[in-house]
């Protein structure tokens, strides 16, 4: 078949799909560049909406050679993922090599906030992005912890031009800076708010992260020093909150709403975090210890989406011990594992949509 009709046959095939999270066609969307086909290779350029996470680029995948195989079987080497290329933000003033920034927050402590975090940070990795994690809760850092590096330090160095730069651990394939590797294990985090915010600035502009697709902020609970700092100071791509069902936990959740949506930052949605217990021995079941349903209510009273149940499970805590992520255990059980990827690709599918109406309403550069 000659390449012009297979070339043809592809633009209508692509342009056709719809982007499953924005809910327009990759035609509408402008996404498809151009085709090339050449020594039996085909040679596809989308200007994608970031995050471009792995079952979308499977997705695409799959259309790809769907269409290759129908209309012209020798053609063997599908090659596309070189020249797929994602709209990037002008980049900022403030960590100009990272994509997207996404804060964790919650009212109250004692949420699972920082294993949350924790844990959307090795889905990110795992849905094929380059993940970097902040613990920015300077009282009560658990980033060391919840990744196995306690004892860890900071690397500094000086440079040519007398400024001191810092590189992130790193673990599991994620970057992370935290407070806790710069405290000694036992040392008590004793800040006043001036002092608070000038920690969490060095943390943020003195670390050299390299390019990343998403970093999570762990943020202190409340509605405090370092929350204001980041919201005013880093151009969040939005924030996730995490609560537990019952009412107490809830009524701080509605401030942390308020206070984000005072200083212009996105809610990408609510996590109800120990939603229900599922004991080892009985996968089946499901204790509703703190209540049913209060999450996915306060979500829609404020009108933000609800991403999700966690459920509490003896594999979380078994893995935090050990320094390991659940979602990163292959023994971890299957209700936990999918209740994350849940969230996660809803977040992305948040910031995705996001993204597209920022990119309608600012200029955007492409880098391939």
Do not use: C
């Amino acid at each position: 078949m000659p390449k012009e009709q297979l070339i043809e046959h592809l633009r209508v095939r692509l342009g056709a799909l719809v982007d499953p999270d924005l809910g327009e066609s990759l035609l509408q969307l402008g996404a498809l560049h151009n085709i090339e086909a050449a020594d039996g290779s085909i040679h596809i350029y989308l200007e994608l909406i970031p995050p471009l996470y792995r079952s979308l680029a499977q997705q695409l995948d799959t259309a790809i050679k769907s269409v290759v195989e129908k209309v012209d079987p020798s053609v063997r080497s599908v090659v596309h993922a070189r020249p797929i290329a994602v709209l990037r933000k002008i980049p900022s003033p403030v960590l100009p090599q990272v994509q997207d920034m996404v804060a964790v927050a919650s009212g109250k402590g004692g949420v699972g906030k920082s294993t949350v975090a924790a844990n959307l940070a090795a889905a990110f990795l795992l849905e094929g992005l380059q993940v970097g994690l902040l613990d920015a809760d300077i009282y009560g850092p658990s980033a060391p912890t919840l990744f196995g590096l306690e004892g860890a330090t900071l690397e500094a160095v000086k440079t040519e031009e007398g400024r001191v730069v810092g590189y992130p651990q790193q673990q599991y394939g994620i970057k992370i800076a935290s407070m806790g590797f710069i405290m000694q294990r036992d040392q008590a985090a004793i800040f006043r708010g001036p002092m608070l915010a000038g920690y969490f600035r060095t943390l943020v502009e003195q670390i050299e992260w390299g390019e990343l697709d998403v970093l999570v902020f762990d943020l202190p609970p409340g509605t405090g020093d370092v929350q204001l700092t980041l919201a005013q100071q880093i151009p969040l791509s939005g924030a996730v909150i995490v609560t537990t069902p019952q009412q107490l936990a809830l009524a701080d959740v509605r401030r942390s709403i308020a206070m984000f949506r005072r200083v212009n930052v996105d809610i990408l949605g609510i996590i109800e975090n120990m939603s229900y217990y599922i004991p080892s021995d009985a996968p089946e079941k499901r204790y509703y210890i703190f209540g049913q349903g209060g999450g996915k209510q306060l979500a829609e009273e404020a009108g933000v989406p609800f991403l999700g149940e966690i459920p509490l499970h003896d594999d979380i805590r078994t893995s935090t011990d050990e320094g390991l992520p659940v979602v990163l255990n292959p023994d971890a059980a299957e209700p936990v594992i999918h209740a994350y990827q849940t969230v996660t690709q809803a977040i992305l599918a948040t910031l995705r949509r996001l993204n597209l109406q920022r990119h309608h309403s600012q200029q955007m550069e492409i880098r391939l």
